[in-house]
């Protein structure tokens, strides 16, 4: 009976629990911020057509590296000539205008209006004498009161135009017609500029050193006012402009390194350091996203422009320190704990942690290194301090 006793535990005795182990290992943590963002030259140059023509000559090619000055297209600007002389022509004459409205009129008009003003003061002066010599007569009873009225009233008239003479020499234009002179300037000077600019714009040469990446036009095309005609860059340096979600805004700061990876160029990294961060949030698709940008060298050409790229943000990085998968971390009222195999058994450790990110954790107290520490049961069972455990893979 005793012997039957003894020998109940050995059959009752539960099976150990089958888990899935790690093991503390020593080595380098990355912080991230994963992203995607799009790539265009930090120096660019785009040329658009200043008026619906047709293209007369191209001078280049797509892809083409070109020189400082160098003549990359040519429209056809005969019409454009033809404005600008127009508007020179108008641009002078209102230029006269305002001139005589300087000096009161033409040469020729002053001198006419001279000439009259001279006359007009000679008969004022005759009309004057002529009244006083009808005033005498009358008096001694030769002249009668009409005859004196009548001559009154040849000096009124004669009065009358030498003041308008007068007037007229000293205020040729009234204000509406010097504003009107004045307008008429301002606009034909406007009228000018705009042809001449467009002129200057009808044969487009590089503003830099560069390589024109984009030419949607074709020799003896239609382009309408406004069209690109050719965009140009110095791609050796290039700017990544990428968008990060709202909630991971607040861990950017200038300078952290930035790794751009592009899908057309597997295993190629480009580096380069955030060097501007989010003044403001907007919306992105569906997304509520800040802009960040960054420059990274391009020496090789390999990085195109107005290509989708991958972006990664290294926030933090840490090495040489003991890290575990992030499975193996577990929380109980926001503090970290692991399960720590010793001698077949589980035991619950409380650590410590710092760096972390989407498969790794920083541990900085709580276990030594190539420590084991079971992930999970092979089994679904729950993990509990102080199980009997059996280690599979």
Known sequence: MVAALAAIPLFTRSSPLKVRTTTVERGSIRSLISTNGKVEPIRNFEAHSP????VKRLFIK?????????????????????????????MKAAQADQANLTTGGTHEEILT???????????????????DAFRRLQQQGAASAAEVQQA???????QADATLLEQKQKDRYSKPEAAKVQAQGAEAQAAYEAAADALS????????????????????????????????GDLSKMLVRSFVDEPEIGR????QKIEVTWDAVPGRIWNGAVSTIPSTVKLHGARNVGEVTCTVDNHDLRLLPNVNVGVTVITAEHGNVLTLPREAVRMDDTKPYVYQVVNGELKRRDVEVSLQNLTQVEITAGL??????????????????????????
């Open 201 to 232: 714009k009808s044969s487009v040469r590089s503003p830099f050193d560069g390589i024109v990446y984009t030419l949607p036009v074709k020799q003896g095309a239609y382009v309408q006012i406004g069209d690109l005609l050719l965009q140009e």
């Open 113 to 131: 209006v001279d000439s009259q003003l001279i006359k007009a003061r000679g008969a004022l002066k005759d009309a004057q004498r002529n009244l």
């Open 51 to 54: 008026v619906a023509t047709t």
């Open 368 to 393: 030594p290194e190539h420590a084991q520490v079971a992930l999970s049961s092979a089994d679904t069972k729950p993990l509990v301090d102080g199980a009997h455990v059996k280690v599979v893979r």
């Open 152 to 158: 009154e009233e040849a000096l009124q008239r004669a």
């Open 252 to 255: 950017l700061v200038s300078g």
């Open 62 to 90: 797509e892809g083409d590296h070109v020189r400082k000055g160098q003549l990359l297209l040519q429209l056809d600007d005969s019409d454009l000539r033809s404005q600008a002389a127009r508007a020179q022509a108008l």
